[in-house]
């Protein structure tokens, strides 16, 4: 037979430019919560501390590891982070995915080098194109509140922060791939906001925020009479009975 040329012409592309990719991508950020509080009571469990967004790209991802780093907020006052927190928790909507108690010595005191890890069994699944945010709170220990202060427990407005410091912190593979993923942790490393525990932090709710009827209103003052000029409220918290 006759061997004829073939000549190839091209065409204008129709269709979505597609990437082969070997493995997919995690990234975590962590969310503000308006309702988290900053100053906290020694002594009380399950406080809100904020969220960790998680998004996955490209292939569903499963979150097999992540920690926690931290450390004191006030350089003025000694100790560290620690010795104010008994354990923090995580939480996938109202599932507790685990708990990780703070570690002590052999005199009871925290080990400040420590980091919170969390080890997901089994792995918790972050499908691709899809946001999950987990909640983080803890455990507050007691705290002392007059010098001389001891050396296990917490002091009193020292404060600690938390952080996500790096993507080394977190551990997670392709579901389908089975390889690690690319992590972006954003704004690298992020810090949940400083929190204070204090031995109580009583509500205060001042006179224009009282309930109708307890509040005092404005009004004419007579001279050399006895009245009423302001009223507030305070009430103690679980952890403590103001005195």
């Not at 945010?133 to 705290?143: E, H, K, P, Q, Y």
Request: proline share 9%; net charge negative; charged share 15%.
């Amino acid at each position: 037979g006759v061997i004829r040329p073939i000549v190839i012409t091209g065409h204008n592309p129709h269709g979505p430019t597609t990437t082969v990719v070997s493995h997919g991508w995690l990234e975590l950020t962590y969310v503000p919560e308006a309702q988290a509080p900053r100053l906290i009571p020694g002594r009380t469990n399950n406080i809100w501390l904020g969220s960790l967004e998680l998004v996955a790209e490209h292939e569903d991802v499963l979150l097999e590891r992540f920690e926690l780093t931290g450390r004191r907020a006030n350089p003025n006052l000694p100790g560290g982070a620690w010795s104010q927190i008994r354990q923090i928790r995580c939480y996938d909507g109202d599932q507790l995915l685990g708990n990780t108690p703070v570690m002590s010595d052999g005199s009871g005191n925290p080990v400040e080098s420590q980091n919170a890890v969390f080890e997901l069994s089994p792995p918790l699944i972050v499908s691709s194109g899809t946001i999950r945010r987990l909640r983080v709170t803890i455990d507050t220990a007691s705290v002392s509140a007059y010098p001389p202060f001891a050396a296990g427990p917490g002091i009193s407005g020292q404060g600690f922060e938390l952080d996500l410091a790096g993507a080394s912190h977190v551990r997670a593979v392709g579901r389908l791939s089975t390889q690690p993923v690319d992590i972006a942790v954003i704004k690298l490393p992020f810090t949940f906001p400083a929190t204070y525990v204090y031995v109580t932090v009583p509500t205060v709710t001042p006179n224009d925020e009282l309930p109708r009827g307890l509040w005092i209103e404005g009004g004419p003052l007579v001279v050399g009479s006895a009245q009423r000029l302001y009223r507030f409220q305070v009430q103690a918290d679980l952890a403590s009975t103001l005195g």
